[in-house]
């Protein structure tokens, strides 16, 4: 397998911050550094185009943001999991979960030829 | 609502996102630098990472979404835009819109301030006036006497007071200028119970109105500003007035008076005529029956409690009272009506009317500025077919659609306040001929929110119809390079009905001007019996201090008849108690004929009592139809005499009058009938003439209120100055008022009917107009549409003459409908107009007819020009289009 870093599909992107707000309360700059350590900096997000994907997510009602001091003192805006967004991240991951064992089913049955 | 708030908040959210990025950026250079880059190839490094900045920003904006904010602004915007770059259909609909919505802005200010407003007084909705009736001897209202007042305000417990006003003209002497005052004669709680406060001083209490006090005044706003300049020293002045020093105590605030505007106000007892009244109750019962009573319910209790009230009391009075009320024949009852509908019901049902016709009118203007709309779209069809292509929906075009028309009935209604504002002086002056209550007519909030409602309704209404129609088709619509776009039937269609709808609207308004004018024609040509050219009037009201009884007002006024008839120019000069057609009602003086007395009192006829100096039906040309008029022989030691009209012979049975004798007072006297003259129109051109008695000047017994009419060879208006000094050559402190000639009499008796005709005249044509314009703007696009059709017409052999009478049917067709929707709805509508028609029946074929041939004729008209336009049409070129 390369090492080289994997392009995110569209969509994936929204799963990945719900997840990792899921863990605790963050800004944007924390949640592009998590995705990459969790990932072991397999996933790379785009940075900037993290942002647009927070506001969607935002007007969707599925987190919530609030400016607060940040770990080296400065102002940051914090973004939550919402109620709905943990839903959301349940009923995405249970998805995602189904579609992957799928695709997996058919490389694997690929294989056999 | 979420929409709204960001979009309010839109420049916050851009801040918050750069703050977030430039955050972002720090700590990505931070990190960079910790891990051993220096610090500007960190911040490059962290830059890199980041990617585009201002697509991120965008795609940002993007994902909160574009609010319906944004998208109105955008609508207004491209509205406005396309307007201006289509001004005459812009400023067309404006006009035609402004016309309607200002119309009805005109009409209802008035309503408001008429009928809507509470009164301007402390708990006025609580005020109620008593109503004396006799239906049983037609008279439908019946002021009240003093002893009744007394009886209703001592016996009734359901008001917080009860109050008599009534209303008299006394000459107050203003450093020596007699100046002829009208004055409210009130209670000494009347203007508590209304809740006025004066500005400056105080108003009435109880000591004021108790013999021997003194005499005070109390001065309304407008006298005080503009006799005394507003002058607070006024306070404690003394003026003379009916031979008294009156004192002023207090000044009035600014607030229109009910039931009538006066100068001044005066307590009850300090007026002469009421307090000489008072005394002859005891023989009187019915002394002084000319006040008006008003009470404030009290809390808690109901106008129906009021009125059952005053009802019982009524009933108890009259029975103790049998023989000077006599019920059972006269039906003489009493109730409350409560102030503010008494004072405007002679003018709701007409403002009601009034605002039929202008939301008609505005209905119309609607109707054509829809059809202008739907006209206009036809161009637009490869625009909106465009749009609709580039991913608007079908939803965001009717949108657009909806924001243009509010927009153009936005500027209507700007356009329309204006024309209110300019004409509402107009309209409350017609108004104050039905009503007393206009001093509160004004644009204001109110007014302005109604505007802004119609104006919002009127763009959604023709907004609405002309964006159904937008079904399109987008291929066609593309692919043609012509104006056929779209579902060109279904519109046509639409067009169609709104022409018919227009058309039937228009001819209900035009038969409703036409009736109304045929009726002040008839009535503008009512022989009102006497000659009004020429003759010069004036009221001379003897004061009754110097000229207290009838021998003294005789000794002023001979001397005044002899003066003018010796002026040069003068044709005859008279006396009368009352000249025709200024505003007065009939008496109702009951008679007895000489061998034909009725034995029950009540059932004798009434006839109504004139007193006429010798030369009065010369010099007002009466006819005498039998016997003679008055001659100097008639003096007052001479036969008493009397002349009677042509309607009071009918008591005579047939027989002539002429020599018979009558008794006005039970047979006490007896008055020889020596002439007959012929009737008058007295009391209203459209009223039926009544009974009447005249007595010669000489022999009158009673004092009387003296008009003065003369008679010139030249225009009488230029004689007034020679009447006045005549009369102060006799009498220095005389005052002559209310200087006016017959015709001036006479025009303002038509007057009301005048303005009801041409109002309801203007709106008729500006509504026939308006339709006209827009059948020859319909015809005249069907046209263009059709070009192709007539050009193959023609190539096939049709003549010039038949396409256009094709067109002319096209149009003609609409018209008919819309004719006859209009006629049956005419007939049906025509009945509230009855009130206001004078021998003229609402279903008058010939001015049916007349409307019927003139709006054929008008539509024809308007439809031959695009008509001639088809028959110019090129077989060769309509052909090759396309």
């Given at each position: 397998m390369s090492t080289r870093p994997l392009d995110l599909l569209q969509g994936t992107l929204d799963l990945l911050i719900l997840r990792t707000l899921a863990l605790q309360p963050m800004h944007g700059w924390g949640i592009s550094q998590r995705i990459q350590q969790m990932s072991d900096d397999v996933l790379r997000v785009n940075q900037g185009s993290l942002y647009p994907a927070l506001q969607r997510l935002e007007t969707a009602g599925w987190i919530e943001s609030e400016w607060g001091a940040s770990e080296n003192n400065r102002q940051a805006k914090f973004y939550r999991l919402t109620r709905t967004g943990q839903k959301q991240l349940k009923a995405e991951s249970d998805s995602w979960a189904r579609m992957t064992e799928a695709v997996g089913k058919v490389l694997r049955g690929s294989e056999g030829f | 609502m979420r929409a709204l708030l960001n979009w309010w908040r839109r420049d916050r959210a851009e801040r918050n996102l750069e703050a977030e990025f430039q955050f972002h950026l720090d700590r990505e250079t931070e990190q960079w630098i910790a891990r051993g880059l220096d610090p500007g190839a960190a911040r490059e490094r962290a830059i890199r990472s980041f990617g585009p900045m201002d697509k991120h920003k965008a795609d940002a904006r993007e994902a909160r979404g574009i609010s319906w904010v944004d998208e109105l602004l955008q609508d207004i915007k491209y509205g406005v835009r396309t307007l201006a770059k289509n001004p005459g259909y812009a400023v067309l609909a404006i006009l035609t819109l402004g016309l309607g919505i200002g119309a009805n802005t005109a009409i209802f200010s008035v309503i408001n301030g008429v009928l809507l407003k509470p009164l301007p007084y402390e708990h006025g909705d609580r005020l109620v006036v008593v109503r004396q009736s006799a239906p049983l001897s037609g008279q439908s209202?019946?002021?009240?006497?003093?002893?009744?007042?007394?009886?209703?305000?001592?016996?009734?417990?359901?008001?917080?007071?009860?109050?008599?006003?009534?209303?008299?003209?006394?000459?107050?002497?203003?450093?020596?200028?007699?100046?002829?005052?009208?004055?409210?004669?009130?209670?000494?709680?009347?203007?508590?119970?209304?809740?006025?406060?004066?500005?400056?001083?105080?108003?009435?209490?109880?000591?004021?109105?108790?013999?021997?006090?003194?005499?005070?005044?109390?001065?309304?706003?407008?006298?005080?500003?503009?006799?005394?300049?507003?002058?607070?020293?006024?306070?404690?002045?003394?003026?003379?007035?009916?031979?008294?020093?009156?004192?002023?105590?207090?000044?009035?605030?600014?607030?229109?008076?009910?039931?009538?505007?006066?100068?001044?106000?005066?307590?009850?007892?300090?007026?002469?005529?009421?307090?000489?009244?008072?005394?002859?109750?005891?023989?009187?019962?019915?002394?002084?029956?000319?006040?008006?009573?008003?009470?404030?319910?009290?809390?808690?209790?109901?106008?129906?409690?009021?009125?059952?009230?005053?009802?019982?009391?009524?009933?108890?009075?009259?029975?103790?009272?049998?023989?000077?009320?006599?019920?059972?024949?006269?039906?003489?009852?009493?109730?409350?009506?409560?102030?503010?509908?008494?004072?405007?019901?002679?003018?709701?049902?007409?403002?009601?009317?009034?605002?039929?016709?202008?939301?008609?009118?505005?209905?119309?203007?609607?109707?054509?500025?829809?059809?202008?709309?739907?006209?206009?779209?036809?161009?637009?069809?490869?625009?909106?077919?465009?749009?609709?292509?580039?991913?608007?929906?079908?939803?965001?075009?009717?949108?657009?659609?909806?924001?243009?028309?509010?927009?153009?009935?936005?500027?209507?209604?700007?356009?329309?306040?204006?024309?209110?504002?300019?004409?509402?002086?107009?309209?409350?002056?017609?108004?104050?001929?039905?009503?007393?209550?206009?001093?509160?007519?004004?644009?204001?909030?109110?007014?302005?929110?109604?505007?802004?409602?119609?104006?919002?309704?009127?763009?959604?209404?023709?907004?609405?119809?002309?964006?159904?129609?937008?079904?399109?088709?987008?291929?066609?619509?593309?692919?043609?390079?012509?104006?056929?776009?779209?579902?060109?039937?279904?519109?046509?269609?639409?067009?169609?009905?709104?022409?018919?709808?227009?058309?039937?609207?228009?001819?209900?308004?035009?038969?409703?001007?036409?009736?109304?004018?045929?009726?002040?024609?008839?009535?503008?040509?009512?022989?009102?019996?006497?000659?009004?050219?020429?003759?010069?009037?004036?009221?001379?009201?003897?004061?009754?201090?110097?000229?207290?009884?009838?021998?003294?007002?005789?000794?002023?006024?001979?001397?005044?008849?002899d003066r003018l008839e010796g002026q040069p120019g003068v044709v005859s000069a008279a006396i009368t108690n009352a000249v025709p057609l200024a505003g007065s009602a009939p008496g109702t003086t009951r008679f007895d004929i000489d061998g034909r007395v009725t034995d029950d009192p009540d059932r004798r006829p009434t006839t109504d009592l004139r007193v006429a100096s010798e030369t009065y039906f010369d010099t007002i040309g009466i006819p005498v139809v039998s016997g003679r008029a008055f001659a100097a022989l008639d003096s007052a030691?001479?036969?008493?005499?009397?002349?009677?009209?042509?309607?009071?012979?009918?008591?005579?049975?047939?027989?002539?009058?002429?020599?018979?004798?009558?008794?006005?007072?039970?047979?006490?006297?007896?008055?020889?009938?020596?002439?007959?003259?012929?009737?008058?129109?007295?009391?209203?051109?459209?009223?039926?003439?009544?009974?009447?008695?005249?007595?010669?000047?000489a022999q009158s017994p009673n004092n009387f209120a003296g008009q003065v009419l003369v008679r010139t060879a030249g225009t009488p208006s230029g004689f007034a100055q020679v009447l006045r000094d005549t009369v102060h050559a006799v009498d220095p402190n005389q005052p002559v008022e209310n200087i006016q000639t017959l015709d001036d009499l006479r025009a303002e008796a038509l007057a009301a009917p005048r303005l009801t005709a041409t109002l309801l005249s203007v709106f008729a044509g500006l509504a026939l107009l308006v339709t006209l314009a827009g059948i020859g703007g319909v015809i005249a696009t069907s046209v263009t549409q059709r070009t192709r059709e007539f050009g193959v017409r023609m190539a096939l052999g049709a003549s010039r003459g038949a396409v256009m009478a094709m067109v002319l049917r096209q149009g003609l067709t609409l018209v008919a409908i819309g004719l006859a929707v209009g006629i049956v709805a005419a007939a049906a509508g025509g009945r509230v107009l009855s009130a206001y028609l004078y021998q003229t029946t609402p279903r008058d074929p010939l001015i049916v007819g007349v409307v019927a041939v003139t709006f054929l004729g008008a539509a024809a008209l308007a439809c031959l020009a695009p008509a001639r336009r088809a028959t110019t049409v090129d077989p060769l070129i309509a052909l090759r289009t396309e």
């Open positions: - | 209202t019946l002021g009240v006497a003093i002893a009744e007042y007394f009886d209703y305000r001592e016996q009734a417990q359901v008001f917080d007071g009860l109050v008599e006003y009534h209303q008299m003209n006394f000459d107050l002497l203003n450093r020596g200028e007699p100046d002829r005052v009208s004055t409210g004669v009130v209670s000494a709680n009347f203007f508590d119970l209304l809740g006025i406060k004066p500005i400056i001083g105080r108003t009435f209490v109880a000591s004021d109105d108790v013999v021997g006090a003194e005499a005070v005044l109390i001065l309304s706003h407008t006298y005080w500003r503009t006799k005394f300049g507003g002058d607070p020293s006024i306070i404690g002045q003394v003026f003379e007035m009916n031979d008294r020093p009156h004192r002023v105590i207090g000044v009035l605030p600014n607030v229109p008076h009910y039931p009538q505007e006066n100068d001044v106000y005066m307590p009850v007892l300090a007026c002469p005529f009421r307090a000489a009244a008072e005394r002859t109750i005891p023989r009187n019962r019915r002394a002084f029956g000319g006040l008006s009573v008003f009470g404030r319910v009290k809390e808690g209790h109901t106008h129906e409690e009021a009125a059952a009230a005053i009802s019982t009391i009524n009933q108890r009075f009259t029975a103790d009272h049998a023989g000077v009320y006599r019920t059972a024949s006269s039906g003489f009852q009493a109730t409350t009506v409560d102030v503010r509908s008494a004072l405007t019901e002679g003018a709701r049902e007409l403002l009601l009317i009034l605002l039929g016709i202008t939301s008609l009118v505005l209905l119309i203007a609607c109707a054509n500025v829809a059809n202008l709309t739907l006209a206009r779209m036809l161009g637009r069809d490869r625009e909106l077919a465009l749009r609709a292509a580039l991913g608007a929906g079908r939803g965001r075009l009717i949108r657009q659609l909806l924001t243009e028309s509010t927009l153009l009935a936005t500027a209507g209604g700007i356009v329309g306040i204006a024309f209110a504002m300019a004409t509402i002086g107009m309209l409350t002056t017609f108004v104050s001929r039905f009503t007393a209550r206009t001093g509160e007519v004004t644009v204001d909030l109110p007014v302005l929110g109604f505007t802004l409602l119609v104006s919002v309704v009127t763009g959604v209404l023709f907004g609405t119809l002309p964006a159904l129609g937008t079904r399109v088709n987008l291929t066609t619509a593309l692919k043609q390079g012509s104006n056929q776009a779209g579902d060109g039937s279904g519109r046509r269609r639409l067009q169609g009905a709104l022409i018919v709808a227009q058309v039937a609207v228009s001819v209900v308004l035009l038969v409703g001007a036409g009736l109304l004018l045929a009726s002040f024609y008839r009535l503008q040509q009512v022989d009102a019996g006497y000659r009004s050219d020429g003759v010069l009037s004036a009221q001379v009201y003897g004061n009754f201090s110097r000229y207290g009884n009838i021998d003294a007002l005789r000794r002023l006024y001979l001397p005044i008849l030691e001479s036969l008493p005499v009397a002349v009677i009209n042509r309607s009071m012979t009918r008591y005579w049975d047939g027989t002539d009058p002429v020599g018979t004798r009558i008794s006005l007072n039970r047979g006490e006297t007896w008055l020889t009938v020596v002439g007959v003259v012929g009737d008058v129109r007295q009391f209203g051109l459209a009223q039926e003439t009544v009974a009447q008695i005249y007595v010669p000047l």
